[in-house]
Structure formats: C-alpha cells, structure tokens
C-alpha cells in the first residue's frame, strides 16, 4: 500500500474498532440495551406489520441463526419481542416486535441518535458526509452485493409514527 492506501485503511480500521463499543456503552448505560439488540429492534420496527421471518432478520442484521436466536430469546424474555411459527412456512419462524419493544425502541432512540451525531454526523462537513455516504454504499455493495437493504443513496421510508415522541422533532 502507498501512504495515501495505508492512512485510508488504518484510519478505517480504527473507526471500525472504536465505534461499536462506544455505541454500546450509550446503549447499555441509557437503556440497557446492546447496539445489536436496538438493530434488531429498529428492523423490527420498520417491518411491514413490525414482524420478519427469523432468516430476514439474521440477513438484515448480519447475524449468525444461531447468535440472532439467542438474542431473541432475550429480548423475548424482556417482553420485547415474540415468535411464533410462520403460517406461510410451517418450518420458518417469524419474530415481531411488541408494544413493550416499541415503547423501549422509542426511549432509546434520541440518546442513540444523540450519540451517532455527536460521534460522526457533527464531526463532518457536509461535504465530507456526502463523501462518506458514497463510501459506505461502495463498501456495502462490495461486501454484501446480495443485500436487499436499500443503498444509501435511496431515500429510506419514513418511520411508521410513533417514532417520535411527543414535543420531539425529527
């Protein structure tokens, strides 16, 4: 690697090391949930019907079957979120997120998008977010060229309401 390749992957290498502790630890302290557990809970929440086959999710969140069941488990146990056979496949199972998962989800989120802006949104011109936002859609393709989640580029679809809370702007 020439000086400009090895400062852009060791620069990249590092967020990547310093981000998700520093995202769980707001979780942890603020709701006492796991960035992974909020991640789950968010694709729940934008879910048609707040519910996904087990598979889906595992793929939307990057997670091993395995590593998702116990998870779900957890946050089942917490009353966050229940399963239940999928009627279109006897074999599949689908997970959906609860009133109670809602209502936790909604409590988390501003501290969560509190610290996200503090981390990197508020740190970058919006020349630079413009740039990182290519660059996470090139590695994404990259990495995952299967992925149904939507590039970046693609408008995401407005949050189902309520996902403020009241007196909260978007």
Same mark, same amino acid.
């Given at each position: 690697?020439?000086?400009?390749?090895?400062?852009?992957? %060791?620069?990249?290498?590092?967020?990547?090391?310093?981000? @998700?502790?520093?995202? &769980?630890?707001?979780?942890?302290?603020?709701? *006492?949930?796991?960035?992974?557990?909020?991640?789950?809970?968010?694709?729940?929440?934008?879910?048609?019907?707040?519910?996904?086959?087990?598979?889906?999710?595992?793929? *939307?969140?990057?997670?091993?079957?395995?590593? %998702?069941?116990?998870?779900?488990?957890?946050?089942?146990?917490?009353?966050?979120?229940?399963?239940? @056979?999928?009627?279109?496949?006897?074999?599949?199972?689908?997970?959906?997120?609860?009133?109670?998962?809602?209502?936790?989800?909604?409590?988390?989120?501003?501290?969560?998008?509190?610290?996200?802006?503090?981390?990197?949104? &508020?740190?970058?011109?919006?020349?630079?977010?413009?740039?990182?936002?290519?660059?996470?859609?090139?590695?994404?393709?990259?990495?995952?060229?299967?992925?149904?989640? @939507?590039?970046?580029?693609?408008?995401?679809?407005?949050?189902?309401?309520?996902?403020?809370?009241?007196?909260?702007?978007?």
């Amino acid at each position: 690697m020439d000086e400009t390749e090895s400062r852009a992957w %060791l620069g990249l290498v590092r967020v990547i090391e310093l981000l @998700p502790p520093a995202l &769980d630890a707001q979780l942890q302290r603020d709701s *006492g949930f796991t960035h992974f557990e909020f991640m789950v809970l968010s694709m729940l929440q934008f879910a048609p019907d707040s519910t996904l086959r087990m598979t889906a999710l595992a793929q *939307g969140t990057n997670a091993a079957l395995g590593r %998702l069941s116990h998870v779900c488990s957890r946050l089942e146990r917490r009353g966050l979120v229940e399963r239940f @056979p999928c009627a279109a496949d006897k074999r599949a199972t689908n997970v959906r997120l609860t009133g109670a998962g809602r209502r936790d989800l909604l409590d988390a989120a501003p501290g969560h998008f509190g610290i996200a802006r503090a981390l990197v949104i &508020d740190t970058l011109t919006r020349e630079q977010l413009a740039c990182l936002a290519d660059i996470t859609e090139a590695l994404g393709r990259r990495l995952d060229p299967d992925s149904r989640i @939507p590039p970046i580029s693609e408008p995401l679809p407005a949050p189902p309401e309520p996902w403020v809370r009241r007196g909260q702007e978007r």
